[in-house]
């Protein structure tokens, strides 16, 4: 178990890593290239964004499971709540479902959804996940119905403000508990949560088979930048195994997905170099 | 109740607010025109800073009680763990002894710790937090004898690293509590603590006498800077009123103490207009 988990068969590449998040930053590398790339390197699967399939979605699914690699994820609806989300919340349902609808024609194992902000004008992070779980909860049975499951991910409490209300694992797991639906489960992501003391306790008061997707990368001790300064395993001060061990004791066996967005080291690296040291970190550090 | 907490006097004014913190920034007031601002207008107290005191602490603890106003906090002794702490924690030790003579001679009601960041190398908050507990423990005898109380701050997650290891109201309560020491509590601050759905749950662990601190700003959605982008009361998305009722509920009776770190608005300020614009916000937001 020890040894398989230390093997790239042991993770996937959120292509974000790459520097595919932002127009301007990385290699712009093809979903093709990915593929071909991780497949070379023993990789389990691909997490790939939205903006990158460009009507494509079930050719590149095809494309990556034929190269023997499982799509495992995709990123993201539009925000559902928040100052950066439609102010009319049928908006924000209609585009949660239509992607998951690309989900479903990539057949990704899961959709990871970042949920928003807090409302503007509500002062009220409560209002603001009362109004999530309604919208999440109404496309539970279309995601279902694709065979689509939601992953919602808490974010780190830095980004209450304009990316997300939801920000501790505790109100995850009160939000998918209180959904209660088979397809609505957690992401969760050593960025966000490397700090949180009651990570193991709170992970046990959800089923186990209800945590989706588990990201990894490092949090450098001077971080830079919150967005955009995320470090390389190894290469911070997050206790990426112990993390591990609590997720894989709370029931969740699939890959690990690295997930660094670093606009100002890995994105300006060649893919090829930043893969590599991927491969080199899972072996010695993950 | 309500009618006097939404007076200044319901108020004190950390020195932080009138750009006191980093050199270069704010109109460089001396203690006397605080002093003399802060009584003029009401206010309940004022917090200074070491950086202010310049060896002149007796005197100018006695000017602030003589002008009719409390010296409700000192801000405080060097980071005890982390990468900006010394290697040494007999060293760390030292410098917070040191920050307790100078607090105990400006007669000082609190003295905010700030404990400094996860120990390099150590991947291990709960290991970095034994070491804090383990110093401020050694110090809290010290402290008693000069009337000084230890306000244990927890900061923001996002500070986890360089600043504090200690990042959560839960965190600061078991240590606490751990402790159990007279003059060991902690201080609560909007800035660091408004995501948290459990504030009102983790100060119930906590005997009623032992919040020795209530710090109010506001969290600014689009934050720009995670440290010198806070914002006055009222600009931002903090259920401000909220927080203060629950640390009224668990026992905080004093002042609300004003600190806004703001390099790019309050600091660039006049000092009146700023004081002036906190009046305004107590009577209207607070």
Same mark, same amino acid.
């Given at each position: 178990?020890?040894?398989?988990?230390?093997?790239?068969?042991?993770?996937?590449?959120?292509?974000? /890593?790459?520097? %595919?998040?932002?127009?301007?930053?990385?290699?712009? $590398?093809?979903?093709?290239?990915?593929?071909?790339?991780?497949?070379?390197?023993?990789?389990?699967?691909?997490?790939?964004?939205?903006?990158?399939?460009?009507?494509?979605?079930?050719?590149?699914?095809?494309?990556?499971?034929?190269?023997?690699?499982?799509?495992?994820?995709?990123?993201?609806?539009?925000?559902?709540?928040?100052?950066?989300?439609?102010?009319?919340?049928?908006?924000?349902?209609?585009?949660?479902?239509?992607?998951?609808?690309?989900?479903?024609?990539?057949?990704?194992?899961?959709? /990871?959804?970042?949920?928003?902000?807090?409302?503007?004008?509500?002062?009220?992070?409560?209002?603001?996940?009362?109004?999530?779980?309604?919208?999440?909860?109404?496309?539970?049975?279309?995601?279902?119905?694709?065979?689509?499951?939601?992953?919602?991910?808490?974010? %780190?409490?830095?980004? =209450?403000?304009?990316?997300?209300?939801?920000?501790?694992?505790?109100?995850?797991?009160?939000?998918?508990?209180?959904?209660? %639906?088979?397809?609505?489960?957690?992401?969760?992501?050593?960025?966000?949560?490397? $700090?949180?003391? /009651?990570?193991?306790?709170?992970?046990?008061?959800?089923?186990?088979?209800?945590?989706?997707?588990?990201?990894?990368?490092?949090?450098?001790?001077?971080?830079?930048?919150?967005?955009?300064?995320?470090?390389?395993?190894?290469?911070?001060? =997050?206790?990426?195994?112990?993390?591990?061990?609590?997720?894989?004791?709370?029931?969740?066996?699939?890959?690990?997905?690295?997930?660094?967005?670093?606009?100002?080291? $890995? $994105?300006?690296?060649?893919?090829?170099?930043?893969?590599?040291?991927?491969?080199?970190?899972?072996? /010695?550090?993950?």
């Amino acid at each position: 178990m020890q040894n398989l988990s230390c093997a790239p068969s042991a993770v996937a590449i959120n292509t974000a /890593t790459l520097g %595919h998040i932002l127009d301007g930053h990385g290699a712009g $590398w093809s979903p093709e290239q990915v593929i071909d790339a991780c497949a070379a390197r023993g990789f389990a699967g691909i997490a790939f964004w939205t903006r990158e399939l460009n009507g494509r979605a079930v050719e590149i699914g095809e494309r990556t499971r034929s190269a023997g690699l499982r799509v495992t994820g995709l990123c993201r609806p539009p925000y559902l709540v928040g100052p950066n989300a439609p102010a009319d919340q049928a908006e924000s349902l209609k585009g949660l479902l239509e992607t998951i609808d690309v989900a479903a024609e990539l057949k990704a194992e899961s959709l /990871t959804v970042v949920v928003g902000g807090v409302i503007p004008e509500s002062r009220s992070i409560v209002g603001s996940l009362n109004a999530v779980a309604d919208i999440v909860a109404r496309a539970a049975d279309h995601a279902a119905s694709g065979n689509v499951r939601l992953a919602l991910e808490p974010l %780190h409490p830095v980004y =209450a403000g304009d990316r997300s209300c939801l920000v501790t694992v505790r109100d995850a797991v009160d939000m998918c508990n209180r959904i209660g %639906h088979s397809h609505v489960g957690l992401a969760v992501d050593v960025y966000h949560v490397w $700090w949180d003391l /009651t990570l193991a306790e709170q992970l046990q008061r959800l089923p186990s088979d209800k945590i989706f997707g588990f990201h990894i990368c490092d949090w450098l001790a001077e971080t830079r930048d919150i967005l955009l300064d995320r470090g390389m395993m190894g290469d911070g001060i =997050a206790d990426i195994r112990g993390l591990r061990k609590i997720v894989e004791n709370a029931g969740y066996s699939g890959p690990s997905e690295v997930e660094v967005f670093s606009a100002g080291n $890995w $994105w300006l690296r060649d893919p090829d170099e930043v893969l590599d040291t991927i491969v080199e970190r899972v072996r /010695t550090v993950f």
